[in-house]
């Protein structure tokens, strides 16, 4: 039992503001709340009416009887503060603010909204809104909101940061009979926020899956922590709007979201086992799936028909969706033969042509279910004059509760299919008025049970942390704020990662008696704090073979390195190992606002800047997570060995990946960090972090920064920090 | 007047095997003809009834009076022959075959229905079916099937090779009220094909856009050219079945369609202004857009919108669909500021509250409609209690007449806003029941805009076809399937590309002669007519830079080659100039069995080998569309320069793409082409087609093929033809 009890099954509800005008919406929450079955005692509180419908009407909250523990307030937001203040005083913790005209109307309502908040906090209640439509609760039953259709009962809890988007799928979900537990319209969450909500449905017992609408959430680490707990026990689907730059400003300029990168929000789903869905429709369409049906233990489909063309699209969307059409075991298709009439396909997909009547789909569901090679099935129904929608649904959910497959229907029609649409509601089988909708909710129930899989807990990589941190804290202790290439080496060294052995030179001679001490070939790189994209300035010269290359390569670095960043002071000449040819792969690291730090890789050249193919998650990263994030990318491909070249070390990726995780999440100073390149060699052979940035939290001044090409210049600082900046 | 007329407005029909029996769908045939309108005679032909439903019944068609130039056949197959005979004595030209029971059936069927078209041409007769559901037209009206319900008149005709999906598509569409012209459910396209009745609605002045079903195509030049002359006069809206492996095998079964491949149908669809859907949903939707609205002059798209929530997901929703938001004049937001209350949201998305009637719609769609800033609107309405749907929809057709920008709406619910939604449709405003879909559907109207506009006539690119045939004719006339690099890069010179000097050695001091007369630096590469990939078995040296270079690429060369391909014959080595350094892209060709002549497009490299990303087009491929193939691969934002390095020289592999598309057009003999690489300069300094490969129609032996490394050995044959292959 939380604080959050009081919202669902109040003993008593009060609504202060109810009207008894049939055109206000304040008419319509009492209403409602009578209509829609609540069971405990309603108090309308209007100072000027002495009944509503038959109540008997209060003048303020005080004078309310027990038992009374909730309150809906709808009445101008100038006169909230003071009616809160009532119900402190009733003793009332849990109130529902409906009205608007608080922080969503700019500083004066957020001062008002202050003051609510201040109010509750004072007199301990919890607040859901303002400015939102409250709760529906179809087990107490309960209706705060005005919306006038009260939900079918289910197992679908709906959380959401627009009401109106409440409301919306409460009409498109109510004809067809799909059902809801609760709903929780949040408002401008004064208080009460998404993620609280969410460690309530965790523990609801009336919820089988959470589906949201989010515009961000209020605590990054806390949502991630809540999420786990919750996935951890059911499905939790969310469409989160601000997708897009457009999409981002528009959530921002209505409930002032802070949305956050869209790839940080991706790579927290991915990590707490979050289902995605890109639309309001897949939203509905997954949330009753998940809702309704055992996820499929593989990607084998049946597919049972009584019409090749829609059988065909299906087929073309389970593909599209990452299944597949299982092949039947002769013997099921003999089975089928020896019923079926004459001209019906036996094979996947199955036909039982247009005259199939309820107990053809019964026998030839039963039969490919029973099929070891068939791990689900899509039905679909095309209405027929003389076949009834109704039995058709039944014989499916009689089909679905024998086996321990999931069945997903589509039921192509519209008016003419309603009843038997309901009556698969009441059985419990998803249906979808085309198969490519089917098709794509039976891949969302494999997709969810796969990232909602426990994980293995994983130790973190071993660490010289305290190298480390000497390196990190000297640099900072001289104002730095990009580490110079041998600091940054130095860094990862402590991490684990392979350096190749190096030095630095002020002088030719230098660099040629280090090159003797490497060894033959080196790299020659320019060595200055104001320079940190080295190539772009011509600031690097790969395999020099002899002194002479050493000695031309070092004045030829130092001169370019004058010429393009006048003024700026040359350290000197990294001199480095040439490491044994490989893939060029790139591992990098940001820190996003809400999540904290994000691990990203991709593939070295043109694949990051010309492609973005990048993948993400957040830190620390696993060793499964890293090789999901190789396999991600289009660089899975080319690693394997493409004509004929030797497949590529992964796992020496996997565990860079690794490593950079736990650096980034020891170090919150580390703001950016790329192993540009990352080079790899061949399975067993390892890899080499030849070239390493790492960018502190920002202490440099302004005008310094903006003489280091690639930071203030308008060129790409990084191209993983570029794809990350697109995300 | 075509001969498939008498389908569509028949003066008088035969039903032949109409039953009395209500449960029989040739019962329903004769009811659904009657009931739903037609206005001519209805004979129903039946050697045991005087009479069904009052009408006069005659035993046999030739009985039937005038005036009759339509039957409807209904009975079983066997019997279908005689009839028809009976159709062609007693002069009907147009017959209907509604049973099942021939070609789908196998062997049997087929040749049962070889009688009845062998029949059907000795009459004259045009036959549509058999095993359809064959046609329903909303003009005259005329409803041949037995689905029940009469599709409300409108202006979408609907062709199918699926008669399910017609009366799916009916039962979805009727209680919305989206309106058809005619439907027309093909069956087993004995006679008549999808193209024919593709041809007759182009001429048809009652539908203003056609959405087909297709499992595929009869003749893939006839369809084009079909096509073309379709989406010149109106929208063409296809869902092509059998995107995937398992769907074009499912296709197959069905209908035995040939799919042909997925690629090829999409570079038709492209060249002949066909708008593709990707689902039934989609086709629909799209449709009912394109029946209703004009197209949008730009992307700039106002929102309108009573809740934020479904605004910020149409956002989304039309940013990824490739439009975007408007942004609105100052005056714009300031005239809707001075009427729309407080909180509303004056800039796009504008947010009108929850409590905006119609009269704030109409106002808000007129005011940004005016903004010269703003190509097209979305307007969503989430239902509220006091506002009427219909009033709302009244308002938006109202803005819509009076704007000739396109207006597209979500009304988000089901039963609340049906008779809003039918209002919608009344009123000519596509309307979908989420904002994703609606901006889905206003992307889909700019697409087909831009798809049909139309492309500049223009003339092939020069050619020396003389001199290209002449190397072609010989190399048939030797028996080799594959031509020899010189052979090869002799023909696309005589296409105008430009190939490096090169020349033919024998010897080790040939070679060095010709080096010397090309200039240094040279490439050398395996001549020999078994090796068509020379870089595969290590015949390939580039960047020599002397004599001694010569000598010993020559000898290392002829050695690999004898050791890769045992007992090959070395016909020599081939000595090249080297090209300048430019970026490798991939020009190729293949053909496709339906349509002909395919050119690809790739950037060199691992783009197409590990990215698959190429792009394609039908030959003969004009300036536009060449610009428009590199554009939707990653290769444009390659080519335009990364980091600083200069724009490539685009033009030249436009020229290119265009030449090589003559080339194949020219040259049916030329199954597969391969420019790889076509190496780009820098923006005018053009490109070189370095290496060639041609392979012609197979008349080389089996076992020769085999030899052939990459073509017989499971290797990639060439990386274009795989992508094409995948796809």
């Avoid at 203040?85 to 909204?113: D, H, K, N, Y």
């Avoid at 009753?288 to 489909?301: C, F, N």
């Avoid at 640099?475 to 392979?498: D, F």
Wanted: aromatic residues 4%; hydrophobic residues 45%.
């Amino acid at each position: 039992m939380t604080d959050l009890q009081p919202f669902f099954t109040p003993r008593g509800v009060a609504v202060i503001g109810a009207s008894r005008d049939p055109r206000k919406l304040s008419y319509a929450v009492l209403r409602d709340l009578v209509e829609h079955g609540y069971p405990g005692p309603v108090y309308p509180v209007n100072p000027t009416a002495t009944a509503i419908r038959g109540l008997r009407c209060y003048p303020t909250v005080q004078e309310v009887p027990d038992p009374v523990d909730l309150a809906v307030i709808i009445i101008p937001a100038p006169a909230v503060p003071e009616a809160l203040e009532g119900c402190g005083r009733r003793g009332i913790r849990a109130a529902i603010v409906i009205s608007g005209g608080f922080g969503e109307l700019g500083p004066e309502g957020e001062a008002l909204e202050r003051r609510i908040v201040e109010i509750a906090r004072r007199h301990q209640i919890r607040l859901i809104g303002p400015n939102c439509i409250g709760v529906i609760d179809t087990i107490t039953p309960l209706d705060t909101t005005f919306v006038g259709t009260m939900p079918v009962r289910g197992t679908i809890a709906f959380v959401s940061h627009s009401g109106a988007i409440c409301g919306g799928v409460i009409d498109v979900a109510y004809r067809q009979g799909i059902g809801f537990s609760r709903f929780v319209s949040l408002g401008n969450q004064a208080d009460v926020n998404e993620t609280e909500v969410l460690a309530f449905l965790a523990e609801d017992p009336h919820s089988r899956v959470v589906a949201a609408y989010l515009e961000g959430v209020a605590d990054g680490g806390r949502f991630l922590e809540v999420a786990r707990r919750l996935t951890a026990r059911k499905p939790f689907v969310v469409l989160k709007a601000g997708r897009t730059g457009g999409g981002v400003r528009a959530a921002a300029s209505h409930t002032g979201a802070l949305a956050g990168s869209d790839r940080a929000f991706e790579a927290a789903f991915r990590k707490a086992g979050v289902l995605r869905a890109d639309t309001l429709e897949e939203l509905l369409d997954y949330a009753t799936a998940l809702a309704y049906q055992p996820p499929p233990r593989g990607e084998r489909v049946a597919v049972v028909t009584n019409a090749g063309g829609p059988g065909i699209l299906a087929v073309d969307a389970l593909e599209r969706a990452g299944l597949r059409l299982a092949s039947l075991a002769p013997e099921t298709s003999e089975r089928l033969a020896a019923r079926l009439p004459r001209g019906a396909n036996v094979h996947n997909p199955v036909d039982l042509l247009g005259g199939a009547y309820a107990d053809d789909y019964a026998f030839a569901l039963d039969t490919v279910l029973e099929d070891p090679g068939v791990d689900a099935a899509l039905v679909i129904l095309v209405p027929q004059a003389l076949v009834s929608p109704v039995d058709v649904a039944n014989a499916i959910g009689n089909a679905a509760d024998r086996s321990e497959k999931p069945i997903v229907a589509a039921f192509v029609g519209d008016a003419s299919t309603e009843a038997g649409v309901q009556a698969m509601h009441r059985r419990r089988v998803p249906v979808y008025p085309f198969p490519e909708r089917a098709a794509r909710a039976l891949a969302a129930l494999r997709l969810d049970a796969r990232r909602r899989q426990p994980r293995r807990e994983e130790r973190l990589p071993e660490a010289d942390t305290a190298r480390a941190a000497a390196v990190i804290r000297q640099a900072q202790a001289a104002g730095q704020r990009h580490l110079l290439g041998p600091e940054a080496r130095a860094v990862v060294e402590a991490y684990g990662l392979r350096v190749p052995a190096s030095g630095l030179a002020r002088t030719a001679a230098e660099a040629v008696a280090l090159a003797r001490r490497i060894g033959y070939p080196v790299a020659l790189k320019v060595h200055a704090p104001e320079i940190s994209h080295k190539s772009d300035v011509g600031g690097v010269v790969l395999g020099v073979h002899d002194e002479a290359g050493v000695r031309a390569a070092f004045a030829e670095i130092v001169d370019r390195a004058r010429r393009y960043v006048p003024g700026t002071e040359v350290l000197g000449v990294m001199v480095q190992a040439m490491v044994p040819a490989g893939r060029e792969v790139i591992v990098g690291a940001s820190r996003d606002r809400q999540f904290g730090p994000l691990v990203a890789f991709g593939l070295g050249g043109l694949f990051v800047e010309a492609l973005g193919d990048v993948s993400f998650r957040l830190a620390p990263v696993s060793r499964e997570e890293a090789r999901e994030m190789i396999r991600e990318t289009r660089a899975a491909r080319v690693l394997a060995g493409i004509r004929g070249e030797p497949p590529a070390d992964v796992e020496a990726i996997v565990e860079a990946i690794r490593r950079i995780g736990r650096l980034v999440l020891d170090f919150p100073a580390i703001v950016e960090l790329d192993l540009n390149p990352l080079i790899v060699g061949a399975e067993g052979e390892g890899a080499w972090a030849v070239d390493v940035r790492i960018v502190l939290e920002g202490n440099a001044s302004p005008s310094r920064r903006s003489k280091v090409p690639g930071d203030g210049n308008g060129l790409p600082g990084s191209s993983l920090q570029h794809a990350l900046d697109r995300g």
